[in-house]
C-alpha cells in the first residue's frame, strides 16, 4: 500500500487535534549513562500515548460514507483510545473489540472516550479476528494498529518534533511492537534530512521484528511490563522500512524494563508504562554504545496500571537495599527480642513489620525466628545492620522470594 501522504503531511494535518507534547533535556540521566540524554514524552499526550497520531491521520482519511458506518479497532491499551478519542471528536461511530482478559480500567477509559467496547476471546489474535467479522457483517473500517501508511506516517509526526526540539541528535532510540511507530521516525528522520541513526528496541519476550528479519519463527509469548509492545505478528509493510533504516533492535528483559520504569519516576518524577520506558533499558543496558554522543528517547506512553507501578517502586527500594525482610534467629527467652530490634534502631533501621515464628518444627524448640520488614538509607546501612546483629548473636539472613525480597 503506498503512501499518499509524507510525515510532514501528517504534521500539518494533525495541527491541534494533538498535544506538541515536551522534549527535555535530562541532567540526571545524562550523568548516569555518559550520553547527552533528551525525552520526548508522549506519556503526556492526550489519551497518555503516541497512538493518537496515527489513529487521528487515519480517520481523517475516511470517505464520508465510510465515516458514516463506522469504524472497528482491535486492541486491549493504547490504539483502542486514540482511535475511541478522536472519532468520538469527528463524530464517527467507534467499536473497539477488547480481550475478555482486558483490565476494568482499560475497558472503562475507552467507553468513556465514546466508543462502543465489545470483549470478546482470550487473545489480541482473537479480537482482531472478531474485528475483521464486524467489518465484513456491518460495513464498518478497519483502523488497524501499526501496519498501515496512513498510521505509521502519523507516528512519525512526533519526529519531526522531536528533531526541532533537540537539534542534531546523533542517535534515536524508539520502542517496537508491530513497528508503526520506528517506521515513521525513521521516515520522518529522511525527509528532514537529518543525520540522526535510528535504534529500536523490543520487549526480549517479544522480538518478533527481530525474527521476522532474521527469517526465523516467532518465540514471542508470556508474560511482559512492556504490554504495550507485546506483539506477537509485526507489521509486514513496517518491516522493509525497520530493515533499511534501522541501525540495531536492541531486546530488553523484564528486570531491565522495569528498572527503567522505575528510574524515570525517580530521577524525573515521569509515570511512564513498560513500553514507553523500554527505550530507556536499551540505552542503560548499552551505555558504552552511546556514551558522549546526543541521544534522544521516545517515551511512548504512561498508561501504567497503578498496582503494577507500586509494586515496582517497592521492588526498586529493594534493589537500593532500602528495603528489605531479614530471617533473626533469637534465643527463646525473654527480652531477646528487645535486644534484637534495639540492634536494629541503635544502627538507625526503621522497623516496618515484624513477625514471630516460635511454633514451626524447622526451628529449634530453645530458638525462634522472627521475620523484619526494615527499611534503610541504602544497601551499605543494611549490611551495617545484619554484621551487626550477627555480632550480637543473632544470626540472620534477607529473605528471598517475597513481597519485599530482592527481585534480581
Sequence with gaps: MPATITVKDALKSIGSAVLRTPTIYSPGLSEQTGA?????????????????????IKLMSLQPDQRKAG?????????????????????IPATIVMPETTPFTKVARTEALGATVLLYGESFSEAVTKAYELVEKNNLTFIPPYDDP????????????????????????VPIGGGGLISGCCLAIREANAKTAVFGVQSALYPSMIEAMAGVPSTSGGRTIAEGIAVKTPGNLTKPIIKENVETIFKADETAIEIAVHTLLTEQHLVAEGAGAASLAALLENKSKFKGKRVGLVISGGNIDSRTLSAVLMRGLVRQGRLARLRIEIPDTPGSLSKATGVIGANNGNIIEIHHRRL?????????EVDVVIETVDDRQLEQIISALNEAGFPTSILKGTSVADPG
Aim: aromatic share 10%; net charge negative.
Design 150 to 173: 496512513d498510521i505509521y506516517l502519523g507516528q512519525g509526526s512526533l519526529m519531526l518534533e522531536f528533531i526541532e526540539d533537540a537539534p542534531e541528535l546523533d542517535a534515536v532510540i
Design 71 to 91: 469504524v472497528v479497532a482491535a486492541s486491549a491499551g493504547n490504539h483502542a483510545q486514540g482511535v475511541a478519542y478522536h472519532a468520538s471528536k469527528l463524530g
Design 36 to 56: 547527552e540524554v533528551w525525552l520526548k514524552l508522549e506519556n503526556l499526550q492526550i489519551t497518555g500515548s503516541f497512538k493518537v497520531r496515527g489513529a487521528y
Design 360 to 368: 514451626f518444627h524447622n526451628v529449634p524448640i530453645k530458638l525462634t
